[in-house]
């Protein structure tokens, strides 16, 4: 039987992760590169009809209802679409804020 304290000598030493409980974050917008503010749809409800998505402008997507609709008239509702991205970063005071700044 080992000794208190000490590991069977079958078993692997493993590393032991720390979980940061009162650490502060800030979530926001995603701004990298190639990153879109949003992306934009919609799906007409009457016919399942949908408009080509866009980024970062919404236009092309009202513009697209308003014609699905003159073409056809009983086609008035429409299941409106926006997808943005976000990104959670270490706020001041949180340790991972220094290691993300050294490992830049």
């Not at 980024?55 to 299941?79: C, I, S, Y």
Request: proline share 9%; glycine share 8%.
């Amino acid at each position: 039987m080992p000794e208190q304290g000490s590991r069977p000598a079958n078993r692997r030493c493993t590393v032991t992760r720390s979980i940061i409980r009162a650490a502060e974050w800030t979530l926001g917008p995603e701004t990298g590169e190639g990153a879109p503010e949003g992306i934009y749809s919609a799906e007409c409800i009457t016919c399942g009809a949908e408009a080509q998505p866009t980024d970062n402008e919404r236009m092309p997507v009202e513009v697209w209802a308003l014609k699905h609709t003159g073409l056809n008239p009983t086609h008035r509702q429409f299941k409106a679409m926006a997808e943005t991205f976000w990104r959670v970063t270490p706020a001041e005071g949180n340790p991972y804020r220094e290691s993300d700044a050294q490992g830049a």
